[in-house]
């Protein structure tokens, strides 16, 4: 059973960059879609963007549009989510996670998450 787990997440004030990144445990991850979530306290967790294997499909939610970047190292078996320009809406624990389907923004559709790890935004 593949693992992901995440790191680099932390307190930033509003404004600031943030690079959490997604470590797999197998080859496996470079042939899967990556995607990553994000779930604020009392909210239901959502999509925040989508890389498919080779990193020609990027796909980003509306709200992170032009801030955050999705990308890959498949020979390190790593995901990345850079985020700039954070803002305390940002504010939230954000899971990495794999599929077997392509690039997906559903829930439903990824096999595989992390644990999260922890973004806060202060204003």
């Known amino acids: 059973q593949m693992q992901l787990v995440e790191s680099g997440g932390g307190l930033v004030q509003a404004g600031g960059p943030l690079r959490p990144l997604c470590s797999a445990s197998?080859?496996?991850?470079?042939?899967?879609?990556m995607g990553w979530f994000r779930q604020a306290p009392g909210k239901e967790r959502e999509f925040v963007a989508a890389i498919n294997w080779s990193s020609s499909n990027l796909y980003y939610a509306d709200s992170v549009k032009g801030r955050f970047t999705i990308s890959r190292d498949n020979a390190k078996n790593t995901g990345y989510l850079q985020m700039n320009s954070l803002k305390p809406e940002d504010t939230a624990v954000y899971y990495c996670a794999a599929s077997y389907r392509g690039v997906q923004r559903t829930i439903g559709g990824y096999a595989y998450w992390g644990q999260g790890t922890q973004v806060t935004v202060s204003s």
């Open positions: 197998e080859r496996t991850f470079s042939s899967l879609a």
